[in-house]
T-cell receptor
Framework: NAGVTQTPKFQVLKTGQSMTLQCAQDMNHNSMYWYRQDPGMGLRLIYYSASEGTTDKGEVPNGYNVSRLNKREFSLRLESAAPSQTSVYFC????????????FGPGTRLTVT | AQSVTQLGSHVSVSEGALVLLRCNYSSSVPPYLFWYVQYPNQGLQLLLKYTSAATLVKGINGFEAEFKKSETSFHLTKPSAHMSDAAEYFCAVSDGRDDKIIFGKGTRLHILP
């Protein structure tokens, strides 16, 4: 099992360009998340999806859109990238049941110039 | 609203010394508490979790944490630090009402030879 996979691993964009970050999981989990990690800020939730067909805003959703394509895939789109979106992006899923333990992908390091 | 405070963004200990990373939480209901570790250029992985069973929780790599309700704390300890413990550590809390968890800002652990 691959667990949680993310593509690409690295990306450099120019201001105003768009791109989609892909996330896929093979653990049959319902809930999926997108976080961004910035130095000294910890992980901040951008969007999450409790199940296929549903998405909700997290703490820092501005400038992002998401699609829960099916149970396995949850993509994050930057329509018009800004330097403030330079960050490391992590996708995660939650183990079903009462533990709320999250499983993380390896991350995408995005630089916007 | 739930929140997590990690005391000290950087902690340095000598190899073989006690590791103590501090975490205080705020939650209106009995919480689920987690410690995650992030090695350089990797995603987060779960070290240990508290889910209302034993208050002393043992995790991987010799780490443990004690839930103290009266102090609203969940400090992470390891009796003897190893060079391989150098990483960033995140405390996190969930109130179990939804599938979201809140992360602290992280503590970077440095091990001195």
């Amino acid at each position: 099992n691959a667990g949680v996979t993310q593509t690409p691993k690295f990306q450099v964009l120019k201001t105003g360009q768009s791109m989609t970050l892909q996330c896929a999981q093979d653990m049959n989990h319902n809930s999926m998340y997108w976080y961004r990690q910035d130095p000294g800020m910890g992980l901040r939730l951008i969007y999450y999806s409790a199940s296929e067909g549903t998405t909700d805003k997290g703490e820092v959703p501005n400038g992002y859109n998401v699609s829960r394509l099916n149970k396995r895939e949850f993509s994050l789109r930057l329509e018009s990238a800004a330097p403030s979106q330079t960050s490391v992006y992590f996708c995660a899923t939650t183990r079903p049941g009462q533990n709320y333990e999250q499983y993380f992908g390896p991350g995408t390091r995005l630089t916007v110039t | 609203a739930q929140s997590v405070t990690q005391l000290g963004s950087h902690v340095s200990v000598s190899e073989g010394a006690l590791v103590l990373l501090r975490c205080n939480y705020s939650s209106s209901v009995p919480p689920y508490l987690f410690w995650y570790v992030q090695y350089p250029n990797q995603g987060l992985q779960l070290l240990l979790k508290y889910t209302s069973a034993a208050t002393l929780v043992k995790g991987i790599n010799g780490f443990e944490a004690e839930f103290k309700k009266s102090e609203t704390s969940f400090h992470l300890t390891k009796p003897s630090a190893h060079m391989s413990d150098a990483a960033e550590y995140f405390c996190a809390v969930s109130d179990g009402r939804d599938d979201k968890i809140i992360f602290g800002k992280g503590t970077r652990l440095h091990i001195l030879p």
